[in-house]
């Protein structure tokens, strides 16, 4: 019940999975989690990295402008963990499936959506990620032979979300 994608390209996950869950809610599939919406702004610049809250009217930042010459990471640990203690708080209603815009260094570290993951497949809530090509040693680790490999095709993640919230609630 934990499904991951790996997509090639710059934002392609976030894209693939922020489509997904449009498609989810307008289906009346209950889901909580996060789904990250990118904002290009200066082209010398790197993208603004925003937070949907599935069920909620807002997004949340979580990237730091950090100045052009920066080469550290971006993310400002604040946003994140304020989205995780929203979506923690979302889990109290049992959705039918929870979406995560990717298990990343964060999680590895053991912060971030890790222990969100861990509680949701607790209480058979489904989980659907993606993963870095960098991050899947750790991210297998982690799952402890719980993760399904999906690929990243639009119509087969569409089942794969569907057969699962049919069987939780068979």
């Not at 920066?70 to 993310?75: E, I, Q």
């Not at 963990?81 to 053991?110: C, Q």
């Not at 870095?132 to 087969?156: T, V, Y």
Request: hydrophobic letters at 40%; aromatic letters at 4%.
């Amino acid at each position: 019940m934990l499904g991951y994608i790996t997509a090639e390209g710059r934002g392609a996950a976030d894209r693939l999975l922020a489509d997904l869950a449009e498609q989810l809610i307008a289906q009346g599939v209950d889901l909580a989690g996060v789904v990250q919406i990118n904002r290009e702004t200066h082209p010398d610049r790197l993208c603004d990295m925003d937070l949907q809250v599935l069920g909620h009217e807002f997004s949340m930042r979580i990237s730091q402008n950090l100045g052009p010459h920066a080469r550290g990471c971006r993310l400002d640990p604040v946003g994140l963990e304020t989205a995780v203690g929203l979506v923690e708080a979302d889990l109290k209603r049992r959705p039918a499936l929870l979406i995560l815009n990717k298990f990343g260094k964060s999680e590895l570290d053991g912060r971030g959506f890790r222990n969100v993951i861990g509680q949701a497949l607790s209480e058979d809530v489904p989980v659907l990620t993606s993963v870095n090509k960098s991050n899947i040693e750790g991210f297998l680790r982690f799952a402890d032979g719980m993760a399904e490999a999906l690929s990243p095709e639009p119509a087969q993640l569409m089942d794969w979300c569907i057969r699962r919230t049919e069987e939780r609630f068979a």
